[in-house]
């Protein structure tokens, strides 16, 4: 295995040249052996792969180097972030796709400012276990090949053990990498990006009539799949910042993020979102605006004429909220058992509202209808939840065929899912008692989301009261 570095010679202003740090006794804690197997590197010497993804010896073909990007944080552009404490290794190349290998945690970059560049041992595995918990249940993301501890500490609120993530994305090209170039007035460089994502994530935009007006919409609509999976299974992003915006459409950055448990849009987890920007609720609302920040700095490649690049531009912005409400209600109507679309968007809010009313769990109450989904018989339960809506629903079941519909329902409703409470037991197990056990049984489970297994009933109960008092912080 060989890699390349194909976006770091795209342009020199893309990144910097910079070495992970040293560190004083690497230990490989956890490594994806699935996803090796994809990246066919599973062949790389077991004695060696603490020290290649700690950044101690560099894999074959790498070039180590820290990407340039800005950024709207909560509505404020910040012209100036980067990879602060992360390396990019390179690239992989399968039959696949192209990924890249990134390191977090690794280090100061020429990006860093006032960081030390580490990262500790809880966030390194919040990300590894809420990234593969996102793959599994079918959500376009980033995933985590490796962790390592690094024998060093890190001064956060208190001394703490470090490590060393590696994250694997087809690439980490971000909203913020295009505004940092555009800022600038560098169109040269936006066009050398713009036609770089089309390469490696839109091949069939290399004909289009206006590649750069295609490509827009096609980042658009891997963002609308993206938000809807997202609110399919509960996850609150909670940091939805354009440099945590990828145009490959995939989940990034797990710092913030937690898992809806009772129904309310306006659920935050994350310390830092004060004001409810990036709620589980107004995440569509966030995603349309970060596209129309990746508009604005497309519109010189979208046409000379920039009124008729602005009209173009945000014509395609403005119908974001049509085509997401659209794919949502279909995706609503499967999780309900439908693949045609029985329920309108009324009777979906409404249906919603009658799940915050009466405060119940989110994944809970899907679980339950699946399972009541082939019975004959009401569930007394579920009618006194769900009222007028458990009727509705029992009545526009097809009953030749409840064998389809359950079957629908199993594919979109998960049975388990990294519920908040659980998360932070196990990580607590991990770095308070150094015991990963409580970590990998729970990863096994997280692994099939949608089908029981024998610990599988463990890890579904809802943890309403803790949740009222949960908060994430920004960690890796």
Known sequence: MKLTNDYAQLDPQLCRATQPFMVSDPKLLLWNEQLAGQLHIQSLETAKRAEYFSGQINLPGSQPVACAYAGHQFGHFNPQLGDGRAHLLGEVHTDDGTFELQLKGSGQTPFSRNGDGLCSLAPALREYLMSEAMYHLGVPTSRCLAVVSTGDKVLREKLLPGAIVTRVASSHIRVGTFEYFAARGQNGVVKKLADFVIARHYPELKNSRNQYLDLLQAVIQKQITLINHWLRVGFIHGVMNTDNTLLSGETIDYGPCAMLGVYHPATVFSSIDRQGRYAFGQQARIMQWNMARLAECLLPLINADEKVALQQAEDMIKAIPEQQSTDFVAMMNRKLGFNRPVFERPWIDNFLKRLQTKQLDY???????????????????????????????????????????????????????????????????????????????????????????????????????????YQTFCGT
Do not use: C
Not at 375 to 393: F, I, N, P
Not at 416 to 441: G, T, W, Y
């Open 363 to 469: 994944t809970s109450v899907f679980i339950a209808l699946t399972e009541n989904a082939k019975k004959s018989t009401d569930d007394d339960a579920l009618k006194d939840q769900l009222g007028d809506y458990y009727g509705q629903w029992r009545q526009q079941l097809p009953t030749a065929d409840l064998q389809s519909v359950q079957s629908t329902m199993k594919k979109h409703n998960p049975l388990v899912i990294p519920r908040n409470h659980e998360v932070e037991q196990v990580l607590s197990a991990a770095v308070e008692n150094n015991d990963l056990h409580p970590f990998k049984m729970f990863l096994q489970v997280l692994q099939s989301p949608y089908q029981t297994t024998k610990n599988t009933q463990r890890f579904q109960q809802p943890a309403p009261e803790y949740d009222a008092g």
